[in-house]
């Protein structure tokens, strides 16, 4: 499958929607290749403005899905618009049900200890046993990431999720993506983990679909999340209408 890709905001987009991008991971997996997976949401593309690190594990990976309402209605704004939203929250479950259904095995890198540990008991009584290959927290240092491939690697997993904050997540996985090369379907799930966890609570569907998610997951800890969301998306919508009206001639 040949997806369109828009540039925008230096950022690339895949204009996937969920059942294209299931049915990628599926034909990945019966191939024994890998892609490496990035949702991109508007918090993610500012910090990209001036991280030029994270553009580059981000813009290399294989897959670039919209993860965040914004993110679409600002495609359609710059006239490029994008199928639909796949939240990686979503794209996840969908994963473990794949998994579930082909006998793929998970791997769960993230969160805290007690956090990643519920998922995967979650899982394994959901789903059964044999679902999940191994888990461990994240919380590690640069030196150990070599180990911590190699042990992901030997797991036997076919999908790993990595529930760790930006920009950690993505360089972690762009530049340990040849030592994951057992591992078919390689993606960040930010804080997933937490969701299914119980510890945090998801937003009610109207909300997600209105693009109000974020102000939902700001309500819950306004203390710890005003920073990301307000000032973030004020500098995302100056993106946005920065590169709208780039270049475009004075009138006479």
């Keep these: 499958m ?34 490496h997976h990035v949702a991109v949401n508007a918090g993610k593309i500012v910090k990209m403005q001036s991280d ?10 294989d897959v670039i899905n919209a993860d965040g309402q914004a993110v679409i209605w600002a495609s359609k704004f710059l006239n490029q618009p994008l199928k639909e939203r796949v939240a990686g929250i979503d794209l996840m479950g969908k994963l473990v049900e794949l998994a579930h259904q082909k006998n793929y095995k998970i791997y769960l ?10 998922v995967a008991s979650i899982y394994k009584e959901k789903y ?15 030196q150990d990431e070599p180990q911590i491939a190699a042990d992901i690697a030997a797991s036997g997993a076919q999908i790993l999720f990595v529930a760790i904050t ?22 960040g799930v930010g804080g997933s983990f937490d969701v299914v966890a119980g510890v945090t609570k998801r937003a009610p569907l109207w909300m997600q679909k209105s693009g109000l998610e974020w102000f939902y997951r700001f309500l819950q800890e306004p203390g710890r999340m005003w920073k990301r969301y307000l000032v973030g998306n004020f500098k995302f919508i100056v993106l946005v209408l920065t590169e709208k009206f780039r270049g475009k001639p004075e009138k006479k």
Excluded: C, W
């Excluded at 890709?5 to 024994?32: F, G, P, S, W």
């Excluded at 030029?52 to 990976?61: D, F, G, H, T, Y």
């Excluded at 090369?181 to 390689?186: H, L, R």
């Design 128 to 142: 059964g046993q044999d679902l999940v290959a191994g888990y461990r927290n994240g919380y590690f240092s640069k």
């Design 2 to 35: 040949t997806a369109r890709k828009i540039h925008m905001l230096n950022t690339q987009i895949h204009d996937l929607d969920m059942e294209q991008t299931l049915a990628l991971v599926d034909q990945a997996i019966a191939d024994r290749k890998q892609i």
């Design 166 to 187: 930006s920009p950690i997540k993505e360089n972690f996985l762009y530049q340990n993506r040849e030592a994951l090369a057992a591992v078919n379907m390689i993606m």
């Design 52 to 61: 030029p690190e994270l553009r580059e594990s981000v813009n290399n990976s």
């Design 109 to 118: 890198f993230g969160a805290k200890e007690e956090v990643v540990s519920k």
